[in-house]
């Protein structure tokens, strides 16, 4: 069977041996009745170690968004958040859908960042025309930006002009520690000034499924009624928040590498004829690349074609590809990589 170097996404990590063994060995119980331990241990130390009050452990990071955006909202009110914001890209709608939420998109900056002038005018006057302006919704690191992290500063800004307009701030933090360690900080500091945070323990951190919400204990007791709503309160989903409790104890620190593992991938294929790195790429685990016009190939195609060399990639556009670092990508895969590219644009 072909070993497949697997960059499409982060989220294709399989747990490590360590994490299988954890799971096996994870104490259980019914978490809709509060008697699971092993979820209120991870529930606990994710609460602590993102320095807010409350946490709730859910099956995805869409599922922990969506919840997040009707516990801070109700119908028609009204979420601002940038054009490249996942939740507004990849979720399907689901605020909308299900929380008859509107959302206000106002331009992601190339850094992933939203300009504070544009939030500013995205808030609405108290009329009886409008929506009601609830929300201000930021994502780091931001994946359509190229996996760029946002700094500490900038969100205290964001964040003190969304409070000073009256509204609550979510952070989408699904890598929240790719950017914690790509700025060398914990990640409570990127976080102390939101309301409420999701993050991801099946991208990066190798759990196979798992995502959790972060807030105060009253917020987080309006999200718990809300899974249940949504149909996500698990039973002995125990033996899934061991994987997560060993992720957040032994999966963190290690992320650098794949940065690291990002960077050299970026050097290699930015020496490719044909091939261009993105503006601003590579960022913490993802590079982003685009094919030149004049060689009349898709990015199916081209994927097509990596894929026979062994190589698959996320198609992010008519040209281009997103490449994402991750535990399972090796310092030996990466010339294989490089040459598969290369092998692919010159036939
Ligand atoms: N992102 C996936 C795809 O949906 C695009 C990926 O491969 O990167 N927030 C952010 C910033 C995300 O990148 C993702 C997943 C989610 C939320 C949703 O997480 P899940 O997949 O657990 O629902």
């Given amino acids: 069977m072909m070993e497949w170097i697997d960059l499409r996404s982060d989220t294709v990590t399989l747990p490590p041996e360590k994490m299988r063994a954890a799971m096996a060995a994870a104490e259980l119980g019914d978490d809709v009745y509060g008697e699971d331990p092993t979820i209120n241990r991870l529930q606990m130390l994710a609460a602590e170690r993102l320095g807010k009050g409350a946490?709730?452990?859910l099956p995805s990071g869409t599922m922990g968004n969506l919840a997040a955006v009707l516990a801070h909202c109700g119908r028609g009110d009204e979420v601002i958040m940038g054009d490249c914001a996942h939740t507004f890209l990849y979720e399907a709608g689901g605020i909308a859908a299900l929380g008859g939420v509107h959302p206000f998109i106002i331009p992601n900056q190339a850094d992933g960042t939203l300009k504070i002038s544009d939030i500013k005018r995205a808030v609405r006057a108290p009329d009886a025309h409008f929506p009601t302006s609830k929300l201000l919704i930021l994502e780091n690191t931001h994946n359509r930006c190229g996996g760029v992290s946002l700094t500490r500063a900038?969100?205290?800004?964001?964040?003190?002009?969304a409070r000073e307009a009256g509204l609550a701030i979510h952070l989408d933090g699904a890598r929240i520690f790719n950017a914690a360690v790509d700025q060398g900080v914990p990640a409570s500091a990127l976080v102390d000034m939101v309301d409420s945070v999701t993050f991801c323990l099946s991208k990066g951190l190798c759990a196979p499924v798992g995502s959790v919400l972060c807030g105060s204990q009253d917020f987080i007791a309006k999200a718990h009624r809300i899974r249940k709503q949504l149909g996500g309160g698990m039973r002995q989903a125990g033996v899934l928040a061991a994987a997560g409790i060993l992720a957040l104890e032994e999966m963190v620190d290690r992320l650098i590498e794949d940065h690291q593992h990002a960077t050299a991938l970026a050097a290699g294929l930015g020496e490719v004829p044909g091939?261009?790195?993105?503006?601003?790429?590579?960022?913490?685990?993802m590079v982003?690349?685009?094919?030149?016009?004049?060689l009349g190939l898709t990015a199916q195609e081209c994927a097509a074609q990596l894929r026979k060399e062994g190589v698959l990639v996320g198609i992010t556009g008519e040209r281009h590809f997103r490449l994402v670092s991750h535990y399972w990508i090796r310092d030996e895969h990466l010339p294989m990589v490089v040459n598969a590219f290369k092998k692919v644009l010159s036939t």
């Fill in 55 to 57: 946490a709730l452990f």
């Fill in 288 to 294: 982003y690349v685009e094919i030149d016009a004049g």
């Fill in 154 to 161: 900038y969100m205290l800004e964001a964040a003190r002009t």
């Fill in 275 to 285: 091939l261009r790195l993105d503006k601003g790429s590579p960022k913490t685990n």
